[in-house]
């Protein structure tokens, strides 16, 4: 089992350090949008994908004006999930499962780049996208990203056997036992993070549950006032976010050598967990190399 963080496509947030507590040189911030690749012995699974070629092509009409102006995001190609599995060595097409925290337009932006994957998720989170309820829904949850959505898979919360103490679906149809999602209900009803386990131990992107590495300091968790108001403004129930923080929180404290957690949007989690800068997509590998590694 090999893992791959990738940034597919780095967001500027209004806001400069105020969003990121760190660029103090621009009015924008940088957040990444981070997903994982994960290489099994017989398949390859990514979590999450991102934005796409679609919204790097054609921006205005997959995304909303409202959110393409808070968060300008960096269009850069080689920064999609397709590219960057292609730079890996991959055929995109063995990329046969999507495992998917939730819709937001910043997560399921690649889905489209991968029409023969299935795509895994809770069943909460489709219903809800699919509602297109309120004007903020609409500007999150973008059906323009959704032309495999006949291929979705979805899941009831409580499916299977606790991971650490929170509920878990363990399993995914056709997706090896060592990937489970993990429902973190708040930031949208059917948000998930997902666990993977390795031979370090486990890998747990939880994704949007929390915004800024510091929320998981476990003396003082604190956010930056931006991330904290971004969040406020984006949850769907804040009841359970704060209390699922809290449940993080307490996963680092009591199991921190066996779990690893990260989540999607922080530039200081990518690059601690990754060792290369945020900007930069995976260093470009032979198909060859990464065949070998599959056949061993
Ligand atoms: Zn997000």
Request: charged share 25%; with cysteine.
């Amino acid at each position: 089992m090999r893992t791959h963080l990738l940034n597919s496509i780095s967001t500027c947030p209004l806001g400069g350090a105020l969003m990121d507590g760190n660029t103090y040189d621009s009015i924008r911030g940088r957040l990444t949008c981070t997903c994982l690749l994960v290489e099994t012995d017989s398949t390859l699974v990514l979590i999450d994908t991102g934005l796409g070629l679609g919204d790097v092509a054609a921006p205005h009409s997959r995304l909303s004006s409202f959110f393409l102006r808070l968060l300008e995001p960096e269009f850069r190609e080689e920064m999609t999930a397709i590219r960057q599995v292609e730079r890996l060595g991959y055929d995109p097409r063995d990329v046969e499962h999507i495992v998917l925290t939730h819709l937001d337009f910043d997560h399921a932006g690649g889905l489209d780049d991968f029409p023969h994957a299935a795509v895994h998720l809770l069943r909460t989170e489709r219903d809800y996208a699919l509602a297109q309820k309120t004007w903020l829904d609409r500007q999150r949850f973008r059906p323009q990203q959704w032309s495999t959505r006949n291929n979705w898979q979805v899941y009831s919360s409580g499916d299977g056997e606790a991971w650490y103490g929170f509920e878990a679906v363990r399993d995914l149809k056709g997706v090896p036992p060592e990937i489970l999602l993990v429902p973190l209900i708040g930031h949208t009803f059917g948000h998930a993070g997902v666990a993977v386990r390795t031979e370090s131990g486990w890998l747990f992107n939880a994704a949007d549950a929390y915004f800024y590495h510091a929320e998981m300091n476990l003396e003082r968790p604190h956010c930056t006032p931006g991330l904290r108001f971004y969040q406020n403004m984006m949850d769907k129930d804040r009841e359970a976010r704060l209390w699922n923080q809290e449940r993080l929180r307490q996963l680092r404290r009591d199991h921190r050598e066996d779990v690893e957690i990260f989540c999607s949007h922080d530039t200081h989690d990518f690059e601690r967990l990754t060792g290369r800068p945020f900007a930069d997509p995976v260093p470009l590998q032979s198909s060859t190399e990464s065949s070998s590694r599959r056949a061993q």
